[in-house]
């Protein structure tokens, strides 16, 4: 089956396709995969092909609300506006619907649909804000087995002056964040630096606690960073007021 995910209209945003084939080539059996965030269906079609060319027993969940992120920046689109972003999802997986299972649910609401470690791929790209990827990795490290990905988009997408993906990434993994492999996009954006870790049998979370103190830290340094570009952008009597 050929692939078309390029041919949909609209922007090009997945950057994970080799980070897919790369799984779909690893399957000896029957096997789970996940992706978080779905959009319009482009990484989903791409995934669908593979599955369908592979010939292996993939079952394929597509998590998303079909709502948008709201508060992020840079997704402004008239279909999400419209109410039909689910309706141009389905149309556009329609030649490989019969191998993906789509879930509309928040996507930690959708994990308890899911065993502990019954999903040998994970692909994390809802949402991009430190909380929000945290919120997920939280919720989706006990379904993913030993042995299994979890991998994700946008190592370099910036939300809010912060880093969210990447920092939410690290301080979750603490210790054994070392063991994150960051790859360059697919083509058609190699920029889009992606990331990916191999589930250890050793591998424990970082607790709670530190992970507040790191974020507390973050937020202040954001807090500082938005009162200088506050006061730089002041007139020069409100300045000389302060």
């Known amino acids: 089956m050929r692939h078309y995910w390029l041919d949909l209209p609209g922007p090009v945003w997945f950057s994970g396709a080799d980070i897919y084939s790369t799984f779909v080539a690893s399957v000896h059996g029957p096997a789970i995969a996940v992706e978080l965030g779905a959009w319009k269906g ?3 079609c ?3 092909v593979e599955i369908a060319n592979s010939g292996k027993p993939i079952e394929f969940f597509a998590v998303d609300t079909w709502g948008g992120s709201p508060g992020e920046t840079g997704y402004e689109d008239a279909d999400l506006a419209g109410g039909r972003l689910f309706d141009v999802f389905q149309a556009n997986i329609a030649p ?8 509309r649910a928040d996507t930690v609401e959708a994990a308890a649909r899911f065993a502990d470690g019954s999903v040998d791929f994970l692909y994390i790209d809802a949402s991009h804000t430190y909380r929000g990827v945290m919120r997920d990795l939280a919720a989706w490290f006990p379904k993913v ?6 991998a994700g988009d946008d190592w370099c997408n910036e939300q809010g002056g912060e880093l969210g993906v990447r920092h939410a990434v690290i301080d979750f993994f603490g210790r054994y964040a070392k063991h994150v492999v960051v790859l360059p996009g697919s083509q058609p954006n190699p920029d889009w630096l992606q990331w990916s870790i191999v589930k250890l049998p050793e591998m ?3 607790g709670g606690a530190a992970r507040a103190c790191r974020g507390l830290a973050r937020l202040i340094v954001r807090t500082a960073r938005r009162c200088v570009r506050r006061l730089r952008q002041a007139p020069p009597e409100v300045q000389a007021s302060q």
Do not use: C, D
């Open 204 to 206: 424990q979370p970082t």
């Open 42 to 44: 482009r990484s989903t």
């Open 96 to 103: 490989v619907a019969n191998r993906v299972k789509p879930i």
């Open 145 to 150: 087995r030993e042995g299994g990905t979890i």
């Open 46 to 48: 791409f995934m669908g």
